[in-house]
């Protein structure tokens, strides 16, 4: 008898508390059920229900069995999807959410060349700073820049993401550069207001420190506040694939450079850790090759 459909079969019974129920869901006999919990019984050595007329139960051996029994089953079955996944080839939409200055040429670059090696993939990129539901609102998956991800939530670490304070030589040359922690609190700050902050922590020589900038502007898009920055209205709080081309050719300058910040971590964060479909693999894998080299 099969021993593998003999294990379905007694997760069933469980699930729908009778062999009736059990027989319905599988489309088997009664009888076929009946024989297959026998079977698995017997080759256990042990009893997994107790029967009565009127409804089955669990034995103390079956309720241990049951948690091990859905384990492999699952192991099995994510297996199986893993086997499926790897000659299936990725098509369809791929509906994907990312912060607002995730839309910049480095990233762009990254994702053409995703979409040139798999064609049939349309890229449904939304980018927003708030975090949205993805089941709900029926996303893919989600590109989000943080130190500390949910233990809720299913993620892959990408690559890390370095913020700086940066702001024009012209910005300078009118309000002077400054020179401590505590005379950066009268220069004007571009602030993002989707972090609810105005101080960062930074380490410095001689431990961290917070820096604190009068806020001139807020924005809860980090492209607007770059502009803003390249304007010369003030200090901006940037990620380094914003300003790093800025930064190499004198552009911007960084505020106090003795001062720095741990990176952020880029993840990949989806909603399901049972199957990944190739269209979702086949991205995480690439951005996390491409990204993940500093030459790109």
């Known amino acids: 008898m099969d021993t593998l459909l003999s294990l379905r079969v007694f997760c069933e019974i469980a699930d729908a508390g009778s062999f009736v129920g059990a027989a319905d869901r599988l489309s088997l006999s009664a009888p076929m059920v ?30 241990l069995y049951l948690e091990q029994c859905r384990s492999a089953l699952e192991m099995l079955e994510l297996a199986a999807a893993t ?21 910049n040429p480095r990233v762009v670059g990254v994702l053409a060349a995703y979409q040139k090696r ?34 809720h939530l299913i993620v892959r670490k990408i690559c890390a993401i370095h913020f700086y304070l940066v702001a024009t030589p012209g910005y300078f040359d009118s309000f002077g550069v400054p020179e401590t922690i505590s005379a950066l609190a009268n220069y004007g ?11 960062f922590e930074f380490d410095g020589p001689k431990g961290k420190v917070l820096i604190r900038l009068n806020p001139v502007m807020r924005s809860d898009d980090s492209t607007y506040s770059y502009h ?12 380094g694939w914003l300003v790093d081309d800025d930064l190499a050719a004198g552009h911007l300058i960084q505020v106090l450079p003795q001062y720095h910040q741990a990176p952020r971590e880029l993840y ?13 693999r086949t991205f995480i894998d690439f951005v996390t090759e491409a990204l993940g080299d500093p030459r790109l």
């Open 268 to 280: 990949a964060t989806y909603t399901s850790r049972k199957y990944l479909t190739p269209k979702v």
């Open 189 to 199: 700050g571009i602030l993002p207001s989707y972090l609810g902050s105005e101080g």
């Open 83 to 103: 086997i499926g996944s790897s000659v299936e080839a990725p098509r369809g939409n791929l509906k994907i959410t990312a912060p607002v200055w995730f839309a």
């Open 118 to 151: 798999y064609p049939d993939v349309i890229l449904d990129l939304r980018f927003s700073n708030r975090k949205v539901d993805l089941a709900a609102e029926g996303y893919d998956l989600a590109l989000r820049v943080t130190r500390d991800p949910s233990p």
């Open 34 to 63: 009946s024989k297959h919990l026998a079977h698995l019984e017997r080759e256990l050595g042990v009893r997994l229900l107790n029967r009565t007329s009127r409804r089955v139960s669990l034995t103390e051996a079956g309720s």
């Open 228 to 239: 803003a920055v390249r304007a010369g209205v003030g200090i901006g709080y940037m990620p």
